[in-house]
């Protein structure tokens, strides 16, 4: 089962609940629910937001590949996804992406949700640029 999805932040949120309840399963005896967020510092430049700019279709689409690929490499056949990416400006300490999974054990999930991410950010089919904290001289 596969949920993908970009989120129009001037539109929607990103929300934690909608992702517990997709993955939601008696079948499944574990469950892993990663919230990217935005950190203040990047490459040792202090960052107050990041506003991230996309191709819907072909991120959607590398998300569906992500998925098709993690099912061959991790053979892990039996399983809930759950991708979310936000597009627009997002503040410090905000989520920009939100990853569920939910597999019949742990080990799994972990593998599943590690792979799923690390494979988003290979990727770049978005863009992504920091907003950098400016300090004022006075003078």
């Known amino acids: 089962m596969l949920h993908i999805k970009i989120i129009d932040i ?26 990217g967020t935005v950190r203040n510092i990047n490459e040792d430049k202090e960052v107050v937001g990041m506003t991230y700019d996309t191709h819907d279709e072909l ?9 098709n690929e ?3 490499k991790l053979k892990i056949t ?3 996804v759950f991708i979310e990416h936000i597009k627009g400006y997002v503040g410090l ?6 990853i569920a999974v939910a597999c019949k054990h742990r080990d799994q999930a972990y593998a599943l949700s ?10 770049l089919l ?3 640029k920091n907003t950098i904290k400016m300090n004022k001289v006075s003078g």
């Open 59 to 67: 991120v959607l689409k590398s998300f569906e590949e992500i998925y």
């Open 93 to 98: 300490g905000e989520t920009s992406v939100i």
């Open 126 to 128: 978005y863009g992504k």
């Open 10 to 35: 001037k539109k929607n949120k990103i929300k934690t609940s909608e992702a517990e309840e997709f993955i939601k399963s008696s079948s499944y005896g574990a469950s892993i629910i990663f919230n």
């Open 114 to 123: 590690r792979y799923i991410i690390e494979e988003i950010k290979k990727s």
């Open 78 to 80: 039996s399983k809930s």
């Open 70 to 72: 993690a099912t061959e």
